[in-house]
């Protein structure tokens, strides 16, 4: 049981030290992890959703370098990213623990302390990224990390402390400034509540939600008269990089190809700046590898939501969706640590989950 512990608490150190690193070291962490963990797996009976994650990553793989050899005359090293991908899933499907579920728990501690520190003593400055010491993903993609990981955490705490998990949750997103992430924590604590609520649960979800949505409301965070309009710069900028993105699409000769990695410059005629990516992951892989990318990515998801359902593992099926409805606002790997992270943990949770866990 020691043993047990002690590699538990070394694979979920080892996946949260990748955040205090630039993501060449967080692919380096999980391609020596595959590695070392293929040595002593023999994969003699490969899952089918792993091995249909595997054949939709490696379309988007093919079709990039098709699609970067086409348009600008060489392969990208970009579209090396869902190699990498791949390698982070197999490494997660590599390994069962039975109590996986506190590896979510320790990640998110770890993630959420280093996070304070980014935000309150490095900040998130150019400076701090040129050094290269300790830049976490940005607030968007901290704000993916999180609500993926929340559902899980939940799933460890019972009765008031789940409730407090819950307001710690929001508290966090807040002080990270993300009202989407404020809701998905909100949400998936009242949907974790709905089970067997008792009185004194539900008298005590009361105020503890109340309050920050009070707060959030009086400090302005949240404006109830434009919440539902896209009307500030962040809005503006993803509204323009969608429509214009999905004209110069639809204005290419071949569909099947798309526009590759140097879609960026369409942009500079309409914003001051070019754009690195798209803010949606389902736009950037079909610009990026064309039609058979988009639709591989789509089945990718969808496999995941099915094979989740047909196991019985609703909390996986839950975080898939969250991971699928931020990827409509967010690129998801534009910073590759984020999607590496969910790949790994994909693979590990869909491997190790058994019906008592939940």
Known sequence: ??????????????????????????????????????IRTSFSKILVIHFISVILFSLIVIFSFITSTIKLGSADPRDLKF??????????????????????????IFFTTFLMIQLYVFGWGPEVRGNGVFYLPDQNNSMTIL????????????????????????????????????????LTTILSLLNRPSLSQVLLLIPIFILPIYFSLSTGLIDVSTFFEFNNYSDQVR???????????????????????????????VLDHEMKHVHNIYLQVLLTSGLIGFFSILSFFFSWLYFSIKQGNYLLFYQVAIVMVLGMVETLYSDSRVFVLICFLLGLSFKSFKRKNI
């Not at 071949?254 to 410059?265: E, I, K, P, S």
Request: aromatic share 18%; glycine share 8%.
């Open 1 to 38: 049981m020691i043993i047990k512990n002690i590699r538990v608490r070394s694979c979920s150190i080892g996946a949260i030290l990748i955040f205090a690193t630039w993501p060449p070291i967080a692919m380096l962490y999980v391609t020596v992890g595959f590695v070392l963990q293929l």
């Open 83 to 108: 190699i990498f991908y791949i390698l982070a899933l197999s490494f997660g499907f590599s390994l069962r623990f039975d109590n996986y579920l506190k590896i979510f728990n320790l990640i998110f």
């Open 147 to 186: 609500a993926f990981l929340f559902p899980a955490v939940l799933a460890n705490y019972e009765g008031k402390s789940k409730l407090l998990i819950g307001f710690v949750g929001i508290f966090i997103m807040f002080l990270i400034g993300s009202r989407a992430g404020m809701a998905i924590v909100l």
């Open 239 to 269: 509204l323009i990089l969608w429509s214009v993105g999905i004209s110069e699409f639809l204005a290419s000769s071949n569909y099947f190809v798309g526009l590759g990695y140097n879609f960026t410059h369409i942009y500079s005629l």
